[in-house]
């Protein structure tokens, strides 16, 4: 490969245009949004309404059509959490639709009795036995009703954890190219705020809306088994009604949608006046009165929703009933005159009134049911769209794992490309990376070092060249044992509400279980021995204030963990990415110090990035990077006599503490 140690031609710096006109005044006043217009148009489309109303705009037909593969994948679900509840609920569902039926022709049975000739004790003896079948029928249903109830609660907790499960050991494994993708978020968070609870809402719907249609079919089989013309007269009474109850289904998820977009923006002001973090500057603006304005302004427009859905579904319903009661009068017009006319006995006229009664209600949870099951069905889609995605996005796996430790790193003209991106991040950079060796990566923000870093932890595979370890392409071996074989350290670390032992044990993969011994070296050569000391329960108080007895941290001491998580992991490659940020410059000095002179080892490659120089002085190589490419390295005192990048940075930075205090003299003292 090519002599890591001879600089590169630097490429020319992208400059970006001058304006050539003055920047315009802004108006004296403008609204926080855009007046007139829709809240669905001012805010981009939330993640938890990408179906929010889809059934709505559905026909009845299609949805329909597409219920039977619901019910598939729904049950699917269901078999796979618990097979032996999943039937148990089917059985005991279809008993007790058939005790409502029994029951129905039962009924009929008391009619009989009851309108029989003889004098009126004699009918009610008579009507006793029917009677008691009658309540025996409704006591048994009640059982099954029980135990579907019991059966849907212990099934239903189940299909969410195992879903659940399903969900994030896959998310949490993708790689981090998919994180990175600017439609991770939404996708994620759909999948589990929305997918994983219709996941689980998806049975208990579909149960609902298969008791429905269970009832409506046991009555319309009654009916028709007592004549043959009370199915037709069954659906002209019940019909009208299912048609307004269709309507204000879909005016209501309508309706929903408008109010999730309102909803939104007043959540929006909401967080800005309780966020703690907004707190401070809220207060030092005073910019309370202008935040409260405009939720009242929003909350207005929520009442008007609300006031104008409740009107329209008035006068839906109105219109439903009226139509429903000519039509029900009608119907009930129909089963006089049969009965008048011998086609029906009486008993059997009143039968079918109870029968034609309890199938309006029927109908409308059989509309209701199906809306629900068809728009829960998308978020379930989508979250099962969103698992097989998931697993075309998983690191690689060949079998071959990395070794434990590496004496030498080679990169061979090494270029990439984020996925979004329009020009290479790094672009044919070659270096050498040897055990013992200490080495940094510098340049302006945007130069490549960081994502340099990331690909040789295995974070990210290069779009072309190689990255070998001891002579073998880390594409050839499993890329999570790669990543298990680099510690990490990084500029905003993660503020794991763990114990403080967890929050350094994390490293290596566990929470639990711990070296004592390593820990607390770790812990000293950061310094966070120190901030565990003043722990109320030191080792094991947790570091998060949404515990009982926690902690909050400062930036400092979080940096801290951060370099003992590294320590302690005890990687062949340990890499430091500004991991001093936010240390003062004492606590600085000390991390550097443990680091680059207290903990070096011959078996390990410690690969530094940072902004200030002086902290890198003692580094064995120094890597100037500049739009993707290196452009110089060496060490200090070479990359200093060379007079170039390196020079003129280190120069800038060294300025500003040389410079002398300007005087105070004539100060009016």
């Avoid at 597409?66 to 598939?72: E, N, S």
């Avoid at 996941?199 to 004549?227: D, N, P, Y």
């Amino acid at each position: 490969m090519t002599d890591p140690l001879r600089p590169a031609a630097p490429s020319a710096r992208s400059v970006p245009h001058a304006r050539t006109e003055p920047l315009p005044l802004p108006p004296a006043s403008a609204p926080p949004s855009p007046e007139g217009a829709e809240l669905g148009d001012e805010l981009t489309d939330a993640y938890w309404a990408t179906w929010d109303g889809e059934a709505s705009r559905t026909s009845m037909w299609k949805i329909f059509a597409t219920l039977p593969a619901i019910v598939r994948r729904v049950l699917g679900m269901a078999w796979r959490a618990d097979a032996r509840a999943t039937w148990a609920v089917i059985v005991l569902q279809l008993g007790s639709a058939a005790m409502a039926a029994f029951g129905l022709l039962a009924s009929i049975g008391v009619l009989q009795a009851l309108f029989a000739q003889g004098a009126t004790p004699d009918r009610i003896r008579a009507a006793f036995p029917s009677l008691a079948l009658v309540a025996g029928l409704l006591m048994f249903r009640a059982v099954l009703d029980a135990g579907v109830a019991l059966y849907q609660a212990r099934l239903t907790p189940k299909i969410r954890r195992i879903v659940e499960m399903d969900f994030l050991r896959l998310a949490a494994h993708v790689r981090l190219e998919a994180v990175d993708d600017a439609n991770w978020a939404d996708d994620s968070n759909r999948a589990n705020d929305r997918g994983l609870y219709y996941a689980r809402q998806s049975i208990t719907q579909i149960m609902e809306l298969a008791s429905a249609l269970l009832g409506l079919i046991g009555a319309a089989s009654v009916l028709t088994l007592l004549h043959p013309l009370l199915l037709p007269l069954l659906l002209a009474s019940v019909i009208p009604q299912g048609l307004a109850s269709v309507r204000s289904a879909r005016m209501r998820f309508l309706s929903q949608v408008r109010y999730s977009t309102l909803q939104r923006r007043v959540r929006l002001f909401t967080w800005l006046l309780l966020d703690r973090d907004a707190a401070a500057e809220l207060r030092s603006s005073t910019a309370q009165p202008a935040l409260l304005g405009e939720h009242e302004r929003i909350a207005r427009r929520i009442e008007e929703e609300d006031t104008r859905l409740g009107r329209a579904e008035a006068r839906t319903a109105l219109f439903g009933r009226a139509v429903g009661g000519v039509a029900t009068g009608l119907t009930y017009a129909a089963l006089a005159w049969m009965t008048i006319v011998g086609w029906l006995p009486l008993a059997s006229g009143g039968g079918a009134v109870l029968a034609i009664r309890a199938s309006q209600g029927t109908l409308t949870r059989i509309v209701l049911a199906t809306h629900y099951v068809y728009e829960h069905a998308l978020w379930v889609s989508d979250l099962y769209s969103f698992l097989e995605k998931c697993r075309t996005l998983l690191p690689r796996r060949t079998g071959l794992a990395a070794p434990g430790q590496v004496k030498t790193i080679s990169i061979e003209n090494v270029a990439y490309t984020y996925p979004d991106g329009k020009k290479p991040a790094l672009n044919g950079v070659s270096l050498e990376l040897a055990a013992g060796s200490t080495v940094a990566f510098v340049g302006a923000n945007g130069s490549g070092k960081s994502t340099m870093s990331k690909l040789i932890a295995g974070l990210y595979e290069p779009t072309a060249g190689s990255i070998a370890w001891d002579g073998t392409d880390v594409l050839t071996m499993d890329a999570e044992s790669v990543q298990a074989q680099v510690a990490m350290v990084l500029q905003d670390p993660v503020e794991w509400p763990l114990s403080a032992l967890a929050n350094i044990t994390i490293s290596t993969g566990t929470i639990t279980q711990a070296d004592p011994e390593r820990a607390r070296e770790a812990a000293t050569a950061s310094g966070a021995d120190r901030v565990i000391a003043g722990l109320r329960q030191q080792w094991t108080t947790p570091l998060s204030k949404r515990f009982k007895d926690g902690e909050e941290l400062s930036g400092g001491d979080w940096a801290k963990f951060a370099v003992a998580r590294g320590l302690y992991k005890d990687a062949a490659v340990l890499l430091l990415d500004e991991p001093t940020a936010s240390m003062d410059p004492r606590a600085e000095h000390a991390a550097y110090t443990a680091v680059l002179r207290g903990r070096r080892r011959a078996d390990r490659i410690t690969i530094l990035i940072s902004h200030r120089l002086a902290s890198v002085i003692e580094c064995d190589r120094i890597f100037v990077f500049q739009d993707g490419q290196i452009i110089e390295n060496g060490d200090h005192t070479s990359l200093m006599a060379q007079r170039g990048e390196y020079y003129q940075m280190f120069t800038l930075q060294a300025a500003a503490y040389q410079a002398e205090a300007p005087s105070r003299n004539g100060d009016g003292g």
